[in-house]
């Protein structure tokens, strides 16, 4: 899928969106790991972000609860594998804590923020650990909802 | 299953195996890191070990070639999620290298070296995702198996 400025794509297991954003690579970092600044972005309007706990380091906890326009919560647990400060987070759904596993591992999200004359060429990279995985979150509207969430991040960085 | 000096137990998704080392933790995190001594222990004779690399930092991969008696290999590899010199390693056979998902994620380990009277409290914990491949791993000789090398570890720290 492409809009005007954000480019998704399917790659065996993984699901890949690129876009580039006109601001640094510190502040799309701030706004993966501010949980204030998550909140405002990382949920496809009309959905909503209800909570949100970060401990950005590798084996630190992920928190993000998800409220649907009926008011429904979908909590998401995770843990960082690899944090570089500005350039890279690694985090996956296959713990919910340091080291609980999950009920079921399905991806580990690859997000990468290179710097490109001021601005971030930011690659969102979800992977599975099985295509069938992979076309399940096809289904569930990965292109069309992560696209709306980067661009909304997008927006968000532009005045932070 | 307890031997004189080994115990091993089960808790729920997880198989633990106990023993007091008469050697200090920094030798065995040493015979848990250095590959030529690795190969001197982790399998149960007459299985040996043909083959061990290991990168022991966060996402650093391990592979571990073991060899049955008749000749057959059998490749594990994984990757570390978290060092701590002297003290703990986990990794996991979910990725077989920073961040490739393998095909079937089974279990964590997490080794923790705690420090007695220039002895060590050794505790090893197999974690699986699922009670089903907790009893797998049972079937699969988890309770003789490690045993047999926890006993091979302590000989071999007991001589370096």
């Known amino acids: 899928m492409t809009t005007s400025q954000t480019t998704t794509s399917t790659e065996g297991r993984d699901l890949i969106l690129t876009r580039m954003i006109d601001a640094p690579p510190e502040k ?3 706004a993966w790991t501010d ?3 998550l909140k405002q972005w990382f ?10 706990e970060t401990d950005v380091r590798p084996g630190g906890s992920s928190l993000i609860v ?23 987070i690694v985090f996956t759904d296959a713990y919910t804590a340091a080291w609980e596993p999950s009920e079921k591992p399905f991806m580990t999200a690859i997000m990468t ?9 930011y ?3 979800a ?8 076309e ?25």
């Not at 649907?68 to 647990?77: C, L, Q, T, V």
């Not at 992977?127 to 992979?134: L, M």
């Not at 399940?136 to 932070?160: D, P, S």
């Open 35 to 37: 949980p204030a600044l």
């Open 28 to 30: 799309v970092f701030k």
């Open 113 to 121: 923020f290179e710097e490109a004359g001021g601005k971030t060429k």
């Open 127 to 134: 992977r599975h650990w099985t295509e069938a995985d992979r």
């Open 66 to 88: 998800m409220r649907s326009p009926e008011g429904a919560e979908f909590p998401n647990r995770g843990v960082y594998l690899e944090v570089v400060k500005n350039q890279r």
């Open 123 to 125: 690659t969102a990279r």
């Open 43 to 52: 949920a496809p309007l009309p959905w909503t972000i209800a909570t949100v």
């Open 136 to 160: 399940a979150h096809e289904k569930m509207g990965f292109h069309v909802g992560w696209a709306i969430c980067a661009e909304q991040l997008a927006e968000l960085v532009g005045r932070i």
